[in-house]
Each structure stands twice: as structure tokens, then as C-alpha cells.
């Protein structure tokens, strides 16, 4: 059974840092390309950022320097560092194994003050 498991959201003030994490099982994570999504108010979800296997990572333009994807392929789990938040980035956040139909419930990131 595949799950994606996310947790590290929360509300943060406008420029600060969060730091999300992802927990995968049931998947061969070592060779799987992952990706982080989001999915605003009254938005369509985009994905933000992907990590392949060897590590190598792409950011859409909005959160480029801002925004840093990892992963640790001997705890199956991969983060998204997301630093100088804003109130554009609220979503929910989901982790997500593109190509395929296995996504995370999704954790919720607020930017306000």
C-alpha cells in the first residue's frame, strides 16, 4: 500500500520559514522522481518543485531562491524548505510521485500576520 504522509505546516508570519516533510512507504523511493504541489484558494494545484533521483532539482519561477526541495533516501522522505513566505504562497501543500495517481493528503500553510 502506498502512502504519503505530510506534516510541517502551519501559519507563519509573512517572510518567515517553514519547513514541510513528506513520508513515503510502499514506493521504491530510491528511484522514484518526487514533487511538492499546491494548491491555493480557489486555484488549480501546480507543482512547485521536483527532486529526481539523483537529487537534482527544478523550482517554478515564483519560488526560485526562495524554496529549497531535498530528499533523504534512507528515511524514504522527501522536504521542502520554504523560506521569505509571502501570503501568495498559502496553500495546501501535497507531495506527490508524478505519473503516477499517488498524492499526500495535503498540509495546510498560511502566510499572514
Known amino acids: 500500500q502506498v502512502r504519503l504522509v505530510e506534516s510541517g505546516g502551519g501559519l507563519v508570519q509573512p517572510g518567515g520559514s517553514l519547513r514541510l516533510s513528506c513520508a513515503t512507504s510502499?514506493?521504491?523511493?530510491?528511484?522514484?522522481?518526487m514533487a511538492w504541489a499546491r494548491q491555493g484558494p480557489a486555484q488549480q494545484r501546480e507543482v512547485v518543485a521536483t527532486?529526481?533521483?539523483?537529487?537534482?532539482?527544478s523550482y517554478i519561477d515564483s519560488v526560485k531562491g526562495r524554496f529549497t526541495i531535498s530528499r533523504d533516501n534512507s528515511k524514504n522522505t522527501v522536504y521542502l524548505q520554504m523560506n521569505s513566505l509571502n501570503p501568495e504562497d498559502t496553500s495546501v501543500y501535497y507531495c506527490?510521485?508524478?505519473?503516477?495517481?499517488?498524492w499526500g493528503q495535503g498540509t495546510q500553510v498560511t502566510v499572514s500576520s
Open positions: 510502499g514506493i521504491r523511493f530510491g528511484a522514484a522522481t
Open positions: 506527490r510521485v508524478p505519473g503516477t495517481s499517488w
Open positions: 527532486i529526481n533521483p539523483s537529487g537534482n532539482p
